[in-house]
């Protein structure tokens, strides 16, 4: 595998000549020392590939092209530790989508496990509320804090409202396909309950942060009937598809006439972003399945898409008259 990386750098150089050079340069080592990983004689290590890689700008996933075609290269999301952690992972994943306002035809497609990140990053209290409850997660001080959201609320800095605005603005301008299920909801919901009988959220905030889920899904039900992300007139399409079959992941693909990547969850916010072709294909055509499966609410008859979205609206419902009740003996 080293020696066809090797020489796919050979032939990346303009100089030949001075390829050793190069690599002792590129890698801060000496001479005999860039000579013998030229000629295999010492094993480059994972961070001298990716010194060459950035270099040479060659993705990573070169060097394990040439070994198994089972082994890929993922990016690692930034870590979140803090609210500067969180707005540094924003920026982030702006940094990742924020030229798709520029392409004609990108498009995400999203697995929904969770109501889509994008909807809530809103000015609301929702997107307040999303924010405290990734950094109770995520920030082992704040997890053991007993800090209310009310109370929390008012030190949210003014940059992470603005770059959280940002990103969701971006999903404003490119078309939209999104899976979602009968429990797409139940994970913003439980999160309100969970906090609100914990006591770190008072009644009244409790209540208001339900009717911004009610005010999310009447967009959503308003773009699944025009089809559209903004309005009727808009360009940017919305496709909404009921999945009864597969369990969601929140994997976002991004698809434009240049190629495709994914974004792939494994904690909270963490993710690992993938641009391997081979792999995105096979991505691609397992989210197409899915679709195949799926009904698309637009087409699907005005029976089937109220049903979906009256189901939706009464969870909600359930869960603002489970925060009304005075009397807590009431859930045992």
Excluded at 141 to 153: G, T
Excluded at 175 to 202: H, K, M, R
Excluded at 246 to 261: A, D, E, R, S
């Amino acid at each position: 595998m080293q020696e066809q990386f090797i020489k796919y750098l050979k032939e990346k150089t303009q100089d030949n000549t001075s390829f050793v050079d190069e690599i002792a340069g590129i890698l801060d080592i000496g001479y005999d020392a860039a000579y013998r990983r030229i000629n295999l004689k010492t094993s480059i290590t994972l961070e001298e590939a990716v010194k060459l890689a950035r270099h040479y700008k060659v993705s990573l996933n070169k060097l394990f092209e040439v070994g198994s075609s089972n082994e890929i290269v993922a990016e690692l999301s930034p870590p979140i530790q803090n609210l500067q952690g969180l707005e540094i992972w924003l920026k982030q994943s702006m940094g990742h989508v924020i030229q798709l306002k520029k392409i004609k035809n990108a498009e995400f497609i999203y697995s929904c496990k969770d109501i889509p990140l994008f909807h809530t990053l809103t000015d609301s209290l929702l997107t307040r509320y999303k924010m405290y409850v990734w950094l109770k997660d995520l920030n082992t001080e704040m997890a053991k804090s007993k800090i209310s959201f009310d109370d929390w609320m008012e030190s949210i800095p003014d940059s992470l409202l603005k770059t959280a605005f940002e990103l969701g603005e971006i999903y404003r301008h490119t078309n939209i396909t999104e899976l979602w299920s009968d429990n797409t909801i139940n994970g913003s919901l439980q999160q309100v309950l969970y906090y609100f009988e914990a006591g770190l959220v008072s009644k009244d905030l409790a209540l208001r942060i339900c009717d911004d889920i009610h005010e999310v899904i009447n967009h959503i039900e308003k773009q699944t009937i025009d089809q559209s992300i903004g309005d009727k007139n808009d360009q940017n399409s919305f496709m909404l598809y009921k999945c009864d079959l597969h369990m969601l992941t929140n994997t976002i693909m991004v698809v434009t006439p240049f190629g495709k990547l994914f974004f792939s969850p494994f904690t909270v916010l963490s993710y690992f972003k993938v641009e391997h072709k081979e792999t995105c294909e096979m991505m691609y055509e397992f989210l197409q399945k899915q679709m195949s499966n799926s009904k698309l609410l637009a087409t699907a008859g005005e029976r089937d898409r109220t049903l979906f979205f009256k189901k939706v609206h009464q969870k909600i419902s359930i869960a603002k008259e489970r925060i009304k009740m005075d009397d807590k003996m009431t859930y045992l």
